[in-house]
């Protein structure tokens, strides 16, 4: 295939799916108030929003805590109700479509462990948006299996996806896939497909309850995913996801089980490293950073996880 042929395959296949339309997990009129909030997704009726109304004016507090103290909801609701004042969609623990456990960012923001990702999100930010010749995705890669490098990905994603602008994330694993399962995305054709020249069009899906984030999973698992890879379809189509996307962030498989990891952080031109603390031998991480370093793919960091 040509190189005209190949950019207009690419093209084809990076269309992206229309957003789904949003239900009671997404995103709230900024107007609304906390009232028409929570009687819209949490049953309160007119009478009992009057009734907090109320005791707010008569106890001179919010009127979060008016309906907590009357019973009328639970402080969870009323920090889900303010997330949705301020469109800053994720998943309560009491939502019906609570997303996989592993997905903290999504399910739980407003705990302590989650600011490492925003802290994360911050450092990366100016390698991902800076002039377009220097915008890059990022290849998330680790020495061994079991790393986490697949936790931390889809987590930084779901972080991404809070900023306003639209981020994609992409299961470069097309050796064992995970992302589809996390995100409850159907995994059908995608990145194997694209790269084969069998592209179809909406490959790219909208992740559901999280109106930022797309995903273009893995697709069929191929029988050679090292050659696949290499091509130079591969390139043609992280140079259009940048142009369509404002945060691209690749998941890739462990650098044990072949050079994939460092073939896709040559495609995106960045990358992070990542280990797990007590588990991650030094030795190969050593290793993979040193071949690294003979590349031309920046690498924005070492990452210890301690999940």
Same mark, same amino acid.
């Given at each position: 295939? @040509? ?24 995103k709230a009129d900024v107007s609304s108030s906390m009232g ?16 907090? %109304? ?6 001179? &507090? ?9 019973? %009328? ?8 109700? %303010? ?7 994720? @998943?309560?623990?009491? /939502?019906?479509? *609570?997303? @996989?456990?592993?997905?903290? #960012? ?56 809070? %900023? ?20 409850? &995305?159907?995994p059908g054709t995608g990145l194997s497909g694209i790269l ?5 069009? @909406?490959?790219? +899906?909208? #992740? ?12 069929? #698992? ?8 290499? *091509?130079? /379809? ?9 142009? +369509? ?17 460092? &073939?896709i952080a040559g495609h995106c031109g960045a990358c992070m ?11 190969? &991480? ?7 370093? +003979?590349?031309?793919? +920046? ?9």
């Amino acid at each position: 295939m @040509n190189p005209a042929s190949q950019a207009n395959e690419v093209a084809h296949a990076v269309d992206v799916a229309p957003q789904h339309a949003q239900g009671s997990t997404g995103k709230a009129d900024v107007s609304s108030s906390m009232g028409d909030i929570l009687r819209r997704t949490k049953g309160l009726s007119a009478e009992q929003v009057n009734q907090a %109304l109320e005791y707010q004016t008569s106890k001179g &507090v919010r009127f979060g805590e008016a309906v907590v103290a009357l019973g %009328l909801a639970k402080p969870e609701d009323v920090l889900w109700a %303010l997330a949705q004042q301020f469109h800053y969609p994720y @998943n309560p623990q009491q /939502s019906e479509h *609570r997303l @996989n456990e592993e997905l903290v #960012v999504a399910n739980d923001p407003f705990s302590p462990q989650v600011e490492a990702f925003r802290d994360l999100r911050t450092q990366l930010i100016p390698l991902m948006m800076g002039n377009e010749q220097q915008r890059h995705a990022i290849a998330v890669i680790s020495a061994e299996v079991g790393d986490g490098k697949t936790f931390i990905t889809a987590n930084l994603a779901a972080a991404f996806s809070q %900023l306003p602008g639209r981020t994609l994330l992409v299961d470069a694993d097309l050796r064992t896939p995970r992302m589809h399962e996390l995100f409850g &995305v159907e995994p059908g054709t995608g990145l194997s497909g694209i790269l084969a020249g069998r592209a179809e069009p @909406n490959v790219i +899906k909208p #992740v559901e309850h999280l109106p930022n984030l797309y995903m273009l999973p893995a697709g069929i #698992v191929p029988p050679n995913p090292a050659e696949l890879l290499q *091509r130079a /379809s591969f390139s043609l189509l992280m140079k259009e996801l940048l142009e +369509k996307f404002d945060y691209v962030l690749v998941d890739t498989p462990a650098a044990s089980l072949g050079s994939d990891a460092r &073939v896709i952080a040559g495609h995106c031109g960045a990358c992070m490293v990542v280990g797990r603390k007590n588990k991650s031998r030094t030795p190969a &991480v050593q290793s993979l950073v040193k071949q690294l370093t +003979k590349s031309t793919v +920046k690498i924005s960091g070492f990452l210890m996880n301690d999940y």
